[in-house]
């Protein structure tokens, strides 16, 4: 028999004063993480009432709220969320407090590492930099780690000028149009969602698995050749594109000038390949275990339908965990069979 257990820990640190809270017992909590979004989301529900009075002993929280009505929880604590069944536990969630609600539940709404970049203001010129180069100096000072996966691209004539640090992020997936996303403390940027090794993880529909009606076999809605332009200095334009255009028709999409060509022809042939795309694809609900993380590998066994059987990309997950039990509802992109 399974027993549903989780371990929330909160960590305050005021003026170098660190206080752990440990032993914190939701009534709900739902995580969301996507390859194709910075900020990883989670929600915590507290019952508000057994939390009135700061009753704390051995570091172990019996309330969130002092007597006086304040919250010995802040925006900006740091936030750990382990959850599984009986002895075995798997972190599902780790960064800050953003927000309280102070309702019934009351509610910690918390974000990934973008969060501590929601207050650093950028400015900075380069003549030229890597983009590891631009990224040090935007997180200087934070706790946040670059992935060793950033690739070795040099950017050419970068002006920033009070840019909000998110903003930087998004000014990557923007204008370089580069993959960006944290794996829990550590940000990488880079032109493939598929660049970094995963772990694979085993699904046997019908026995670890809730729902699976949502992941269905699609088909390319038109045959669109996808072309990068940017403009040289002369003013001419220039193009990335693929050796055949497309029966449906060429689809261009504007980039930064001066990205190296093998760059270039990298986030094209990614971007060629969604456009393509024709297989498996969508959702299937799982239990808690195994745990998932955005970007691993979801080995899919399907003895009622072997055509779905083989290995998936895990591009976003939405989580939750309550009375009802804990889901993972995992969003995948079939890879194939003889993927290793």
Request: aromatic share 10%; with cysteine; proline share 4%.
């Amino acid at each position: 028999m399974f027993r549903m257990v989780s371990d929330i820990e909160v960590v305050n640190n005021n003026k170098g004063v660190v206080t752990r809270f440990r032993g914190i017992k939701p009534t709900a909590v739902k995580w969301s993480q996507s390859v194709k979004n910075f900020a990883d989301t989670c929600s915590i529900s507290l019952p508000k009432n057994p939390y009135l009075s700061n009753t704390v002993k051995n570091n172990t929280v019996f309330s969130a709220t002092a007597s006086r009505g304040e919250t010995i929880f802040h925006e900006g604590d740091a936030v750990e969320v382990h959850l599984g069944y009986n002895y075995e536990k798997h972190r599902f969630f780790k960064g800050f407090i953003k927000q309280i609600n102070y309702a019934q539940p009351l509610v910690l709404e918390c974000e990934g590492y973008s969060y501590l970049l929601r207050n650093v203001s950028f400015t900075k010129s380069y003549k030229s930099a890597t983009i590891r180069q631009v990224l040090d100096d935007l997180i200087h000072g934070t706790d946040i780690k670059l992935s060793p996966y950033i690739p070795e691209i040099t950017l050419k004539n970068l002006t920033f000028k009070n840019m909000p640090g998110l903003n930087v992020l998004e000014w990557f997936q923007k204008e370089c149009l580069c993959v960006v996303y944290f794996e829990d403390d550590t940000l990488f940027v880079g032109a493939s969602r598929y660049a970094i090794p995963h772990p694979t993880h085993k699904l046997r529909v019908g026995w670890n698995t809730v729902e699976d009606k949502e992941l269905k076999k699609e088909s390319a809605a038109t045959n669109v050749s996808v072309n990068l332009m940017h403009k040289l200095p002369t003013g001419e334009a220039k193009r990335t594109q693929a050796d055949k255009s497309g029966q449906g028709g060429i689809k261009e999409i504007k980039v930064r000038t001066g990205l190296p060509d093998t760059f270039l022809k990298e986030v094209r042939g990614e971007l060629q390949k969604q456009e393509d795309y024709t297989g498996y694809k969508g959702t299937i609900t799982a239990f808690l275990m195994p745990s998932f993380g955005k970007g691993d590998v979801c080995q899919i066994i399907d003895k009622r339908f072997p055509d779905r059987e083989g290995k998936y990309f895990v591009e976003s997950i939405e989580g939750s965990f309550d009375d009802r039990g804990g889901r993972q509802k995992l969003n995948l992109i079939y890879y194939g069979k003889d993927r290793k």
